[in-house]
């Protein structure tokens, strides 16, 4: 009787020992699934829970039930992790699918976050992430997004952007992470006859942008890092309440028209505190814009801050109220730039440079109104008047003119204001030209270096010798 009873003793403790080491297996890998699901989808209720179960539930009920790893969280969390959706993360597989139904989810939950977790990194084929959503959605981009990285595996029909948000308000991009145009073939001739020529025919006019907004408003991009879009990376169209806050945009200053940031048709923007180098313009300002400020921006390689090219093919252009200030640019081709086509319509006013320091900038201030991407273009009567532009401040270094404003033939620029502008030439500087005016009207105010620039502008006249043909009306 004793042995037996002893026997059964061994029995019960051993069965104890067993069930106890089930249990911590059990919440151990519970504890590894919560880990990789992401840090933000547990609540820390959720965690207690857990807890909770390995310590006290009797042994013979059911481990906790894992959590949905597919699908919109039952729980009521407002954090949409791709990796949740079905994406992989690896940079290889497509991915777009999930992003589309983690996008699709979110977009219903006020105030949700899209997650792009940091170390992975998600291969995004060409979409449109689109609105209407509930208010105040964030993509937090802490990853990689990737775009597809040979021009062949672009389908046909979507070569005007690479993500594309549509219809969205109250939207912020956020995140440490980076997005990645994965351009370079895009960029080599050779490579893009070669690629081109196999599937589209013909080369295409246009190459994508990486991330643009249309009819978008009241959206705010923040921290984020851009490169190597195949060409504009940051575009907005036809939006409204933008803004930029400390990003970094880079590509090879050998990539051509790679933008940084391009507007058009867009009000109220205001663009601060980030670094843009690329082959092209920092930012571009085209048509339709107004109210923008742009302010303590590092900008170079590339062609600086532009407005335009306007009224390219004898279209109406307008653009109002710009103000460029704090900027620093460094070895660019222009500084701050008006550029606009013969022969257009509209108008460009109220604009002020200011506070603009230029390190061996070809041309630091520029308006070319005889704009023009090919050797010779005709000349036409007619151009987008300009006036009200203000130079203040603009202090530093160029290499091949300090000033060059070439206004139409037509329509003088007037109100073209210089002050306290400080140019002197860079190491690079060979003593080929002088500050240049032409039709410009307006006044100067020193200090003036070189001091020719005193004498370029035109002081009287000018205003009443555009009125006459001016068509600028179409922009009221
Ligand atoms: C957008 O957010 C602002 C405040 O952040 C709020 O006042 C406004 O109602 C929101 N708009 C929409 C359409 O949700
Ligand atoms: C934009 O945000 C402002 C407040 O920040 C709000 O008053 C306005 O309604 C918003 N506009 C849209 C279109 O959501
Ligand atoms: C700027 O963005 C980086 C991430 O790219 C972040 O670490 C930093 O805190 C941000 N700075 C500000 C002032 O928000
Ligand atoms: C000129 O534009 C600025 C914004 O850049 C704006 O604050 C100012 O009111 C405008 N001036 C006129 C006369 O419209
Ligand atoms: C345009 O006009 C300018 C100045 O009158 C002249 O020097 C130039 O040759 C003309 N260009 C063309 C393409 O006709």
Redesign the pocket.
């Known amino acids: 009787m004793k042995r037996v009873k002893s026997l059964c003793l061994l029995a019960f403790m051993a069965i104890m020992v067993l069930v106890f080491i089930t249990s911590s297996i059990t919440s151990v890998e519970g504890r590894k699934h919560n880990v990789k699901k992401g840090k933000n989808t547990q609540t820390p209720q959720k965690d207690k829970n857990n807890k909770g179960n390995s310590n006290t539930a009797p042994c013979s009920s059911p481990p906790p039930a894992p959590l949905p790893r597919f699908g919109y969280y039952p729980t009521g969390s407002k954090i949409f992790d791709v990796l949740s959706f079905g994406a992989k993360g690896d940079g290889v597989v497509d991915d777009s699918k999930a992003l589309l139904a983690a996008w699709k989810a979110a977009c219903k939950a006020p105030g949700a976050k899209v997650e792009i977790p940091s170390e992975f990194k998600f291969l995004i084929m060409p979409i449109t992430l689109h609105g209407p959503c509930m208010p105040d959605l964030v993509l937090q981009i802490d990853g990689a997004l990737l775009a597809p990285p040979k021009v062949g595996s672009w389908p046909k029909s979507s070569l005007f952007q690479w993500i594309n948000f549509k219809w969205i308000r109250n939207f912020t991009i956020q995140?440490?992470g980076v997005v990645d145009g994965q351009g370079s073939q895009w960029w080599t001739p050779s490579d893009l006859i070669y690629y081109v020529q196999k599937k589209f025919k013909h080369i295409p006019n246009w190459k994508p942008t990486a991330l643009r907004f249309y009819s978008s408003f009241n959206v705010t991009v923040?921290?984020?890092?851009m490169i190597n879009s195949p060409q504009c990376h940051l575009k907005f169209d036809s939006s409204g309440g933008i803004k930029v806050?400390?990003i970094?945009i880079s590509s090879p200053e050998s990539s051509p028209n790679t933008d940084g940031i391009h507007l058009q048709d867009t009000q109220d923007v205001e663009i601060q505190?980030s670094d843009i180098g690329c082959g092209d313009d920092c930012v571009s300002i085209q048509t339709g814009c107004s109210n923008v400020h742009i302010h303590h921006i590092n900008c170079g390689p590339g062609h600086g801050i532009s407005l335009g090219g306007l009224g390219k093919d004898q279209s109406v252009a307008c653009v109002s109220d710009i103000l460029v200030e704090k900027i620093s640019l460094l070895n660019t081709l222009a500084g701050v730039r008006i550029k606009t086509w013969q022969g257009g319509m509209g108008s460009v006013k109220n604009v002020s440079f200011s506070n603009i320091q230029v390190s061996d900038v070809k041309v630091p201030i520029i308006i070319d109104q005889y704009y023009c991407d090919k050797n010779v273009c005709k000349n036409q009567t007619g151009a987008v008047a300009i006036s009200g532009v203000k130079y203040d401040q603009i202090i530093g270094t160029y290499s091949v003119q300090p000033v060059h404003l070439a206004c139409s033939n037509d329509i003088p620029c007037t109100d073209v204001d210089l002050t306290d502008i400080q140019l002197k030439p860079s190491f690079r500087y060979r003593g080929f030209y002088r500050a240049l005016c032409w039709n410009s009207y307006g006044k100067s105010e020193a200090p003036l270096l070189p001091s020719n620039i005193d004498s370029c502008l035109r002081r009287d006249g000018g205003a009443v010798k555009r009125t006459a043909r001016s068509r600028e009306h179409v922009c009221f």
């Open positions: 995140g440490t923040r921290d984020i890092k806050n400390n970094t505190h």
